[in-house]
């Protein structure tokens, strides 16, 4: 299982954000790419770049700091990214920029015809990001429920030939309250595509608990505050992850 650290680019500047909330916002180092260094020298074997802003506007913010991300990684270990992707032209720019996987979320939900074209485009690239309360997934940075069930709108999905679920339990979001390992080993039981857990992660004992269901499909799990504040060291969770 891979332990997936997580860089939140607000304003150019790396960030935690709690539950989504932009105004919550703690700066952890103002170079996210000395950041992905950082992790890449500890082991880690994929990041993953969320465009804070480029979330809320709908368009790319921060790609700057995105490409300096990449360069710095070169090819070593795959990057996905997402926030802000609304087009194809993204998508495809993104790609030639040295991005391995694109998250669709919101735009997904609202536009699903946008999801099967990007998945036809780009066989191979598109992840989709579900974040959901109590099985119903939400959008628009966590700011508004929908009806849609979890696992129906990710079954759609994997139709469609997504690569991956991204998938956050956004009350846990930035808490630091532990993943919500029941609702992502189900919705991975019910896909024949991986998933990968996210919010919550506070802890070893998380990592412990998600790799008894590795098996399950879940492949990965994103660490982001956690590791931040050092309430999970990163080497040791990747020596659990690795049935250390």
């Keep these: 299982m891979q332990i997936i650290p ?18 919550t916002a703690t700066v952890f180092s ?3 790419a000395a950041m ?12 993953h770049i969320v465009d804070l802003n480029g979330a ?21 270990i795959p990057v996905q990214l997402g926030g802000g992707i609304r087009d194809l032209d993204t998508i495809e720019r993104y790609l030639d920029d040295g991005i391995t996987y694109v998250i669709i979320g919101t735009a997904a939900v609202k536009n699903p015809g946008f999801l099967h074209d990007a998945c036809t485009a780009f066989p191979g690239h598109i992840v989709v ?6 099985g119903k997934v939400a959008t628009d940075g966590w700011s508004k429920m929908t009806g849609h069930d979890v696992i129906d709108l990710a079954k759609k999905f994997e139709d469609y030939g997504v690569e ?3 998938y956050t339990d956004i009350g846990r979001d930035g808490m630091m309250t532990g993943v919500n390992i ?18 919550g992660i506070a802890s070893v004992e998380d990592i412990r608990e998600l790799v ?6 879940i492949i990965g799990v994103i660490a982001g505050r956690a590791i931040y504040e050092g309430t999970l060291d990163f080497k040791t969770a990747l020596k659990v992850a690795r049935g250390g």
Excluded at 129 to 134: S, T
């Design 6 to 23: 997580a860089i939140d680019i607000k304003d150019g500047h790396c960030v935690r954000l709690r539950q989504g909330e932009m105004h």
């Design 30 to 32: 103002e170079d996210p």
């Design 36 to 47: 992905a260094q950082h992790w890449l020298e500890q082991g880690a074997e994929r990041l």
């Design 56 to 76: 809320v506007a709908g368009v790319p913010r921060n790609e700057l700091a995105i490409r300096e991300i990449v360069s710095v990684i070169g090819e070593e």
């Design 129 to 134: 990001g579900l974040d959901a309360r109590e």
């Design 164 to 166: 991956a679920v991204v």
């Design 182 to 199: 029941e609702a992502t080993v189900k919705l991975a039981r019910e896909l024949k595509i991986p998933v990968i857990a996210a919010g």
């Design 212 to 217: 008894k269901y590795e098996n399950d499909g």
